[in-house]
C-alpha cells in the first residue's frame, strides 16, 4: 500500500476534491429518513398538509444536492483512478526499461506484463472505489447509528451487538480473503505465462499435431486460476450473507422491542428501519471495498517488487564487475595470444570471466580469458550449449560476470557508462526481432536520421535488396509483427541492415546468418569485412556453429562447456585444435593429406 499511497499524494488535489463532494453526498443521504420521519410525524400522522410540503420540500432539496455531488464526485474519482493507473503503468514500464536481463529473466516476462495490466487495474478499482465508498460507508456507518440511537436510545445495546458482530465478521473476511487473493494472482501469472508460450509456437504446435496435448496443458492453467478465484470468492459469499443475516436480525430486534418501547413513533421507526438498510448497504461496500484492498494490496505488493529491483547500473562498482581478488589482468590458465591494437589496446579483454545465469545449477562461462585486439574480426565456435550466446551478452552489459574482469578499450566494463558502452557496438541476435511496422522504420532504429542512400547501402551489405525490391512497396512495405510475412533468413538481414547503420565500432553477430544458404551467407560475410577494411575501424565478432562463417575470421575461439578450449586462426587451429578438427570434418568433410 506504499506504493498507493506515493501514487495518491501525486494527486491530492484531486482526491480531496472528490472527498469533499462525497462528504456532501453522504451527509444528504444520512439526512433523508430523519427528514422523512418528519414528513410521517409531524405531517402524515397529524394530517397537516402544509408540514408535508414543507418536509417534502426539504427533502427534494437534499436530494438534489446529493445527487449533483455525486455527480461532480464520480468526474473526479474516474478521472483520479485513471490517472493512478497511467502513472503506475508508465513508471514501470520505465523501471522495466531499466532493469538488468538477470531481473527480467527473474521477474519473467509474462508476469512482468500480468502486472502491467492486470495489476493496475485492481489498484484503479481499489482508488475509485476507495473516493466513492471508502469515506461514505464509515461515515454513514456511524452517523446512521447515531442517528438512531439519538432518535431510540433504548435500543443501543440492539445497536452495538450488531456492529460488534459485523465488525468481527468483516476483519475475519481479511484475513480469509488476502492469502486466496494472493493465489489467485498468482495462477493468473502462470495462465498468462502459458498463454503466451502457446501462442508463440503455435506453429510448432500444430506442424507436431500437439494441439490436444496443449490444449490439456492449458486446461489446467486454467483450471489452477479458476480454482484459485473461485475460493478467494468464497469469501465474500460467505462473509456477505452472514453480514446481511446479522442487519437484518438487528431490525427484527429493533422493531420487535420498539413495539412496547416506543409505540406511535411510526415515522421515527421507519427512519430506523431505513437507517440500518443503510448500514448494513454501507457494510456490504465496505466488505466489497476491503476485498478490492486486498486485491490491490497483493498487486501493488507484485508491482513493488518491480520497482524493488536494482536499476541496470549505468556505472558501478556492485559485485558483477568487482575484479575478484586472484582474477585481475593475470594471463588466463588458457592463455590465447595478445594482439594489440595500433595504441596498445586490445579492443576486449576478458580475463578469468565466470558467470552462472540465475537459477542455473552450472556455470555457463568458467574462467574464460581472451584479447581482441581492434579492429580485427573474432570467429566464437562450439557446440550447442557452450556458452556462445551468453560470453557476448557479457559485452553490452546485458549480464555481468560473477567473477573476473572484462574491459573495453582498457577501460573495465563497469566503470564505463552504459549509454556510451552500448554506443559503441550493434548486435545481431540469435532471433531476429522486427517491430511492426516498414521495413524502413525497423531500419531507421539503428539510425533515425539515415538518408534512403545510407538505408539502401545497408540493405545492400546485408544482401536484402534482392527482396525488398520485390516486396509491394519496396522499403516502404509493411511487416507485420515479429515480421510474420518475411521468412527467417529475410528476417534475418534485415536486422543485420538495421545494425549496420549504426555504423558500430564492434558489430557482434550471434549466429545470425543461420537461415542464409551458404552462397548468401559468403557474400554478406566477405561485404562485412570489406566494410570493416573501409572503415578502418568496425570489429566483427561472428559466433557460429558453422565453419565456413569462422574460417575466414583473424582469431577463432573454440568454446567447449563454458571454457575456452582453443583459439587461433582457421589453420593453426586445424593443425592444434581436436575439437575444431572434428568440427570440420563433420561439417566438410575428411582433410585430405
Ligand atoms: N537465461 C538463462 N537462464 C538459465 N540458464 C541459461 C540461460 N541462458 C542460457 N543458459 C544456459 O547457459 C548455457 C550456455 O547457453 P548459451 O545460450 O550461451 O549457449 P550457446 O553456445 O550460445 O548455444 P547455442 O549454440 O545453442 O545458441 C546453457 O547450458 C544454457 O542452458
Known sequence: MRLIGGYVRRHIAMVCTALTFLLVETITDLLQPTLMSHVVDDGVTRRDVSSVLHWGMVMLGAAALGAMAAVIRNVYSSRFSQLIGRDIRSDAFAKVMRLPFQS??????????????????????????????????????????????????????????????????????????FPRFMRAQKALDSLGSASREFLVSVRVIKSFGAEDREQRKFDIAAGHFARATVSASRISAVYGPLINLTVNAGIIALLWLSRTQDPGRIGVLMACVNYMTQVLFALGRVSAILNTAVRASASAHRIEEIF???DERPTGEGPAQTESKNARHKPSENPVRPRTNAAGTDLLTFSNVTFTH???????????????????????????????TTL?????????????????????LNSMDLHDLRAHMAIVPQHPVLFTGTVRSNLLWGDPAATDEELWQAIRRASADEFIEH???????????????????????????????????????????????????????????????????????????????????DEILVMNAGSLSDSGTHDELMSKSAQYHAIFESQIGPVRA
Open 471 to 553: 516486396l509491394d512497396h519496396g522499403i516502404d512495405a509493411e511487416i507485420g509483427q515479429g515480421g510474420v510475412n518475411l521468412s527467417g533468413g529475410q528476417q534475418q538481414r534485415l536486422s543485420l541492415a538495421r545494425a549496420l547503420l549504426r555504423k558500430p565500432e564492434l558489430l557482434i553477430l550471434d549466429d545470425c546468418t543461420s537461415a542464409l544458404d551458404g552462397f548468401t551467407e559468403a557474400r554478406v560475410l566477405d561485404n562485412l569485412r570489406e566494410m570493416s577494411a573501409e572503415s578502418k575501424g568496425m570489429s566483427m565478432i561472428v559466433v557460429s556453429q558453422r565453419i565456413s562463417t569462422v574460417r575466414g575470421m
Open 358 to 388: 540465475p537459477g542455473a545449477s552450472a556455470s555457463s562461462l568458467k574462467q574464460l580469458s581472451f584479447h581482441m585486439p581492434g579492429p580485427s574480426t573474432l570467429g566464437i565456435i562450439g557446440p550447442t550449449g557452450s556458452g556462445k
Open 392 to 412: 557476448i551478452t557479457m559485452i553490452p552489459r546485458f549480464y555481468q560476470p560473477q567473477k573476473g574482469t572484462i574491459l573495453y578499450r582498457g577501460v573495465p
Open 308 to 310: 524493488d529491483e536494482p
Open 104 to 177: 527480467v529473466d527473474r521477474l519473467r516476462t509474462s508476469a512482468i506484463i500480468t502486472r502491467i495490466t492486470n495489476d493496475v487495474v485492481q489498484i484503479q478499482n481499489f482508488t475509485q472505489g476507495m473516493t466513492r465508498i471508502m469515506l461514505k460507508a464509515p461515515i454513514t456507518c456511524i452517523g446512521a447509528i447515531v442517528l438512531i440511537i439519538i432518535q431510540v436510545p433504548r435500543q443501543t445495546a440492539v445497536i452495538l451487538v450488531v456492529i460488534l458482530v459485523c465488525a468481527a465478521l468483516t476483519t475475519a473476511s481479511m484475513r480469509a480473503g
